[in-house]
């Protein structure tokens, strides 16, 4: 989050003067003074004897889940409210979560793509006290009915403050333990579970110490994947739930928890929300002795690592939204993570720094081009935000692509790594497309011969050259030849290249009839601007 604008002076409705500052989500009012400001946000966020509570933020800080009572009969009940040029929408209920009378419904968490909703209830259909559920959104912008985790994840002994990390394949949550803080909340022990399939998840496993110490509650992971905020009551601490925050090293041990210092009180803190740009943190704060939504920066030294956010649509070449799968491998380590997009087309992704990434997406749809590029985020030192919308061709007869992150090794014996995955996909996309043929052609933009021998030159041709010799006399009849063997050095393997694909796509299961790959060598008719180009014809 960066501040950016200067400081105006306004009269708002709750009080006489409050500062405004321009920021990316929203302009706030301070309510304290204290060297660490704190500011509420505006209406229709915050309104008068409303009392709102438990903010979370999507990733980008563009949508809002909170809890706020219904006035009257002081019910409370979930709300979505959404940022859009500046300004925050009027806060909805979201249909299916909320609940009335004496089923619990609350401790929710907004997924940071803004497309599910974890939250605790001991609605019908649990399997304990309190159960963790969710929804998710659909293409018309509503929201699925209430789904039950189910088993590992819900047992008898009762689960609240469910969190989903940045890409949505673990859970954290806490299960409860039977002890009591000194205000009475109930504690518990913080647990995470891997997703292991769609819906299906492995069985959960405790957080190891320094972070269980016996009464904890809401863990977050933030946008780094590597930080984690969470309640806690240990010694040290001002009073209550205090907010900590620890991150894991490269070997997968968590450092010793830190106060978060800027919203810890004697009071119980709980449920703070921090969007991937990390300077900002939105928690529940008094407001005119009400309870609203506030704000304030955090100390650089206790901000997440910085992540680059990419997010944008996915379509066709007609602009049709498109549900796909988006494919992240990490180059170093192989380790694959795959995620669906949003249904209306929209997808986020939150990719930390000092990661060398191999980026794909895939329709989930048959028959469509897939769109892959290589990401680097070494040199990331700042939060980053990319809008880019991605279109996939569909792939018809006469469809024509270069495969462009296909490469070889030295002399090309063999491919790179990263060549690998590409030729994964091209194998599934002929698979796919059981009546196309498929024809690949390499290039070069030069062929470079020599009879004598250079570093670049590796291949080898052999010719036979004839050479007539002199008649030795006047009487000889038959002519004398002398066959000559030269050797040429050259760096056409555009040949060897293309059957080396031919062979890993066969390897691959891709039937050779329906395969043909040619090296072409410098066409003449056609001009090559790079070291190599490799065509895909689909006919």
């Known amino acids: 989050m960066y501040i950016k604008g200067s400081l105006d002076l306004i009269i708002m409705k709750k009080q006489i003067y409050a500062i405004i500052i321009t920021v990316t989500f929203a302009a706030v009012a301070p309510i304290q003074s204290f060297a660490q400001k704190i500011y509420t946000l505006p209406s229709p966020l915050n309104q008068h004897l409303i009392s709102e509570t438990q903010p979370c933020l999507s990733a980008n800080g563009r949508t809002m889940v909170y809890r706020a009572d219904s006035g009257e009969d002081n019910e409370e009940e979930i709300v979505i409210s959404h940022q859009k040029s500046g300004r925050w929408s009027r806060p909805q209920p979201v249909p299916g979560i909320n ?3 004496k089923v619990f419904t609350s401790q ?3 997924s940071a793509d803004g497309n599910t909703i974890v939250f605790t209830s001991n609605r019908y259909g649990g399997l304990g006290d309190k159960d963790l559920w969710y929804v998710e959104k659909t293409a018309s912008g509503g929201w699925t009915a209430p789904q039950n985790f189910g088993k590992p994840i819900n047992s008898s002994e009762g689960e609240g403050d469910p969190a989903l990390s940045p890409d949505g394949r673990s859970l954290y949550f806490v299960k409860y333990n039977g002890q009591k803080s000194p205000s009475g909340l109930p504690c518990g022990t913080i647990m995470v579970s891997k997703m292991k399939g769609r819906n ?11 972070i269980n110490k016996g009464c904890e509650c809401n863990p977050r992971l933030l946008s780094d994947g590597r930080t984690m905020t969470f309640a806690s009551v240990r010694d040290g601490g001002k009073g209550g739930f205090d907010q900590y925050i620890t991150q894991m090293g490269s070997n997968g041990e968590w450092s ?6 800027p919203v810890n009180t004697e009071e119980d803190d709980l449920y703070i929300t921090i969007p991937a740009s990390g300077k900002l943190v939105y928690f529940s704060a008094i407001k005119n002795d009400e309870r609203g939504i506030a704000m304030t920066m955090i100390p650089e030294h206790l901000q997440p690592d910085p992540v680059m956010l990419q997010f944008g649509n996915i379509s066709d070449s007609d602009g049709n939204k498109l549900n796909a799968r988006l494919i992240l491998t990490d180059l170093n380590t192989e380790d694959m993570t795959i995620f669906n997009n949003g249904p209306d087309g929209s997808y986020l992704l939150c990719l930390p720094k000092n990661k060398s990434l191999d980026f794909a997406i895939q329709a989930n749809e048959t028959g469509y081009f897939w769109y892959s590029t290589p990401v680097n985020t070494d040199s990331l030192d700042t939060y980053k935000e ?3 919308n991605i279109t996939l061709e569909k792939v018809v007869s006469g469809f024509t ?8 090794t030295t002399a090309s014996k063999e491919f790179t790594g990263h060549s690998t995955h590409q030729l994964n996909r091209l194998a599934r996309l002929i698979k796919d497309l059981p009546e196309k043929k498929f024809y690949i052609s390499i290039a070069y933009p030069e062929i470079i011969s020599d009879t004598i021998h250079h570093e670049e030159l590796t291949e080898v041709k052999h010719d036979t050259l004839e050479k ?4 030795e006399s006047e009487d000889d009849i038959i002519e004398k030849k002398e066959f000559i063997i030269q050797t040429i050095y050259h760096n056409d393997r555009t040949q060897r290249e293309a059957n080396l694909i031919e062979t890993y796509l066969t390897k691959k299961g891709v039937q050779p009839l329906r395969l043909k790959a040619e090296g072409l060598g410098a066409p003449k008719n056609k001009t090559v601007d790079k070291p190599r180009t490799i065509t895909l014809r689909v006919e």
């Open 401 to 408: 692509v270069d495969l462009k992150d296909i490469d070889f």
């Open 99 to 101: 609940t009335r009378g």
């Open 200 to 210: 299906m998840w492995e069985e959960p496993a405790p957080l190891p110490a320094p």
């Open 108 to 110: 929710h968490h907004l």
């Open 256 to 261: 010793e928890p830190k106060p978060f210092e």
């Open 468 to 471: 007539i010799l002199p008649q």
């Open 386 to 388: 990319v809008v880019k």
